[in-house]
């Protein structure tokens, strides 16, 4: 049996990650449900990868962060104590990680591999390109998408799909976070 692999992304509904100006984390729209949400996402046993430059960027940003800044939120804490595998062709151990591991390779050749030894479902947050070739391989079983209520047009930074492979898309679950937070996970199959 193979591991199921969720590729997880924060999104503005125009399909940025992140944004510069004056957006803050989260878009600035976070509630009390989307966190609580999160935490729970995190409960259950699973091994978390990143690209090498997701978790450079987690890494730094954990690192110059206090106790009280939005990037410390429970569930981040908790996503970071979790088992990792960082996957690099340049990066060497130990990393600034309590529990983690350096793939060494090709993402693909890397991820390949996990899906088959895991005894627990594999989770990427971030790691945009990563999962862009993931995807196009076919070893992306779910991608779960929380949509902010942002338009980001002239500040938007990381376009999620941009150079992506074109997919069809089955919706697998939906909610609404704080009334105005939308997660949705689908299946994705290459378009054919």
């Known amino acids: 049996m193979t591991a199921t692999y969720t590729f997880d992304v924060f ?28 935490l729970s996402l995190y409960d259950e046993e699973q091994r978390m990868v990143f690209g090498a430059d997701t978790y450079r960027l987690f890494a730094q940003m954990l690192a110059s962060s206090t106790e009280e800044s939005e990037v410390r939120d429970p569930w981040v804490t908790r996503m970071r104590n979790l088992p990792a595998t960082v996957v690099s062709t340049t990066l060497d151990g130990p990393l600034d990680w309590p529990d983690a591991t350096v793939g060494k390779g090709d ?5 390949a591999r996990l899906k088959q030894e895991s005894e627990v479902p594999l989770r990427s947050h971030g790691s945009l390109s990563m999962n862009r070739a993931l995807m196009a391989a076919g070893l992306v079983d779910r991608v779960q998408v929380t949509i902010f209520p942002a338009i980001t047009g002239r500040t938007g930074l990381e376009p999620i799909f941009q150079g992506a492979a074109d997919f069809d898309l089955e919706l697998l679950e939906h909610r609404t976070l704080d009334g105005h937070i939308q997660e949705l996970i689908y299946r994705p199959t290459l378009h054919g």
């Open 107 to 111: 993402a693909v050749d890397v991820v």
């Open 11 to 38: 999104s503005s509904l125009d399909g940025f990650a992140a944004a510069g100006g004056n957006w803050t984390g989260y878009w600035g729209k976070q509630g009390p449900e989307l966190l609580d949400h999160r």
